[in-house]
């Protein structure tokens, strides 16, 4: 019998638990969240934490990638990138990833950029193909004489309903309605035909169809929180915990798992629907006394003990909240011209017009002379 026909009934993110991981930066998670102020952030970096996790990563693919791709992915090859991109001075602030692999049998390899978005961004395509650019210009400078093949995915749940049609023209200025039909025609053709009309995916979690997605438990429910993060998570994450329950009498609570469940603790302990109580009782339904352990290490555990603490002191803990926003306040700003500053130097160094670094990042044409 072939080797294909014993594995018919395999599933594509079934792989070796000790394969599971695409690297260890899910330890850098506890930090940002200390830091996050719960805002679009904690999202982001949710995301990221999952998608490291390659039966995650890899059910992503399955609902996104065309499928004459994804049957020939050589999933041992799946791998971060080392992003052209991100600087490792950005990256404390940016949460996107690049993500290479080759196809069985063959040593070339595609590339993957996934950019999460919690928030509608007008210019979305036009940071995703600065990325893509940058990513490519990185290529050349290593000494490559060919560039590879990229698929742009983006993530979106945000509150702002998108038509992908509309995407694309809502970049450009408004025509006035007075244009002769000819001269519209033309510079309606001029904003199709531009760069920024490339193919991308777009898995947009408002209008997906949980009963129809296919994937494992993880994916389904980082999905499922995901897309009723901003309203309903209360209710979401109870019905989390009972098919959680209701997994764990088939399935064993594997390394992958215990991972997956460190980070959503994390993520939902930032909603102010869910409850200390609905937390523990998703710990319990483990029945794993070493599982337990490692939760009570995480930053979960000094949410718990912060929220008793604020019950007791709820003056007090008025006037810290108040001098905590400020202090957010005033660290995001730094850290949003430091994020500013990076990619212009970036985009500089990529051949890129002082105008159109100006506004893509922000910063005064002033302030990018002086970069």
Not at 227 to 239: A, H, I, N, P, T
Not at 260 to 270: A, D, K, M, P
């Amino acid at each position: 019998m072939d080797e294909d026909e014993t594995n018919m009934d395999k599933k594509p993110w079934e792989i070796d638990e000790d394969d599971e991981f695409l690297s260890i930066e899910n330890d850098t998670f506890e930090e940002d969240l200390k830091s996050d102020d719960g805002s679009s952030m904690r999202h982001d970096l949710f995301s990221r934490a999952c998608l490291m996790i390659k039966r995650i990563l890899i059910c992503l693919l399955m609902n996104t990638l065309d499928k004459d791709i994804f049957d020939y992915i050589d999933f041992k090859t799946l791998s971060i990138e080392k992003s052209n991109i991100i600087t490792d001075e950005l990256r404390e602030f940016w949460t996107d990833l690049t993500i290479s692999f080759k196809v069985s049998g063959y040593d070339f390899k595609t590339v993957i950029i996934i950019e999460h978005k919690s928030y509608y961004d007008k210019f979305m395509l036009l940071q995703m193909l600065t990325y893509i650019v940058l990513y490519w210009n990185g290529e050349l400078k290593d000494g490559h004489f060919s560039l590879s093949r990229i698929r742009p995915i983006f993530i979106y749940h945000g509150n702002t309903k998108i038509n992908l049609e509309d995407l694309l023209s809502n970049m450009f200025d408004p025509l006035p309605d007075d244009l002769p039909d000819r001269l519209r025609k033309a510079l309606e053709n001029m904003s199709e035909e531009s760069p920024l009309n490339f193919k991308f995916k777009f898995f947009d979690l408002d209008k997906v169809d949980l009963s129809k997605l296919k994937g494992s438990f993880e994916f389904l429910k980082f999905v499922e929180l995901l897309k009723y993060s901003r309203s309903g998570l209360g209710e979401v994450f109870d019905k989390f915990i009972d098919d959680l329950e209701e997994h764990l009498k088939t399935h064993k609570l594997t390394r992958t798992l215990r991972s997956f469940l460190i980070s959503v603790g994390r993520y939902v302990s930032r909603s102010k629907e869910v409850t200390k109580a609905q937390i523990i009782r998703m710990v319990k339904v483990t029945k794993d006394s070493n599982f337990k352990k490692e939760f009570e290490m995480t930053a979960v555990q000094e949410w718990i003990k912060e929220g008793e603490e604020k019950g007791r002191k709820e003056g007090e803990e008025k006037g810290r909240k108040e001098g905590e926003e400020k202090g957010r306040k005033e660290g995001r700003e730094e850290g949003e011209m430091k994020k500013a500053i990076t990619i212009a130097r970036n985009m500089k160094n990529a051949g890129f017009e002082k105008d159109q670094i100006s506004r893509l990042t922000g910063l005064t044409i002033e302030e990018v002379e002086k970069i």
